[in-house]
């Protein structure tokens, strides 16, 4: 099942003017999906969507938006115990919450209040309209980058239970530890640039300003084809 692409590179000094760009870049690399009439791109919210967006226009694909919620170690936000995605999708870190201590209870609090941010996001992105159906497409699942891959691990979990024909994660950045472990769960795996010192997904971009809920809807009512 599981792929790494050959289109993978390591260069470090591979930078970006901005998500846009990258998704430009990113879609090159991707070419060789270009033409089949069973994909779809989804955007992780938020950063993912303007990076999917360049993808799915190049690619003449249909794009949504696809969420993954962090699941923060209490008293600790900024340490991700596993995340929570559209659909169900869920990752936890045992060993992490075996060292600290955390209690089931606490976990299930965590993903309560996340499933519920989750929830009110999607209907703000997306409104009355359907959600994609990813079940027997080529889906491509896009984000501004990784770092540690636990959330696309939980979005790429959550669209394999829809029963696509298969799954390709892609990102504009990633070091290539976390883009090896997810290779062994999606199809194939587009990394453009794995830079040798990894720091954050940020590193690479000139213009990595956060992107707002009123970008995220601008982009989905625009066209993609």
């Known amino acids: 099942m599981a792929g790494w692409s050959g289109l993978a590179r390591r260069s470090g000094?591979?930078?970006?003017?901005?998500?846009?760009?990258?998704g430009?870049?990113?879609?090159?690399?991707?070419?060789?999906?270009?033409?089949?009439?069973?994909?779809?791109?989804?955007?992780?919210?938020?950063?993912?969507?303007?990076?999917?967006?360049?993808v799915a226009s190049e690619l003449r694909a249909p794009l949504d938006v696809f969420l993954v919620r962090k699941l923060g170690v209490p008293q600790w936000e900024e340490l991700a115990m596993g995340a929570v995605a559209s659909g169900g999708g869920l990752v936890v870190n045992d060993d992490l919450m075996r060292n600290l201590g955390i209690s089931q209870q606490a976990?299930?609090?965590?993903?309560?209040?996340?499933?519920?941010?989750?929830?009110r996001r999607e209907r703000a992105y997306r409104g009355d309209r359907p959600a994609a159906d990813p079940k027997a497409k080529v889906a491509i699942i896009v984000d501004d980058g990784i770092a540690t891959g636990a959330s696309m691990l939980a979005a790429v979990r959550a669209v394999r239970a829809a029963?696509?024909?298969?799954?390709v994660v892609a990102v504009p950045v990633g070091p290539m530890s976390a883009c090896k472990q997810l290779s062994r769960?999606?199809?194939?795996?587009?990394c453009a640039t794995m830079p040798e010192s990894f720091e954050a997904v940020g590193q690479v971009y000139e213009d990595f300003h956060q992107v707002s809920d009123d970008e995220v809807r601008e982009l989905l009512a625009k066209p993609t084809r």
């Open 107 to 119: 976990l299930r609090d965590t993903i309560e209040r996340e499933t519920e941010e989750l929830n």
């Open 13 to 22: 000094r591979r930078t970006f003017r901005d998500r846009r760009d990258a």
């Open 163 to 167: 029963q696509p024909k298969s799954i």
């Open 24 to 54: 430009r870049v990113l879609a090159q690399a991707l070419a060789a999906y270009q033409g089949r009439d069973d994909l779809l791109v989804l955007g992780l919210a938020r950063g993912g969507v303007p990076v999917g967006w360049e």
């Open 185 to 190: 769960e999606a199809d194939d795996v587009v």
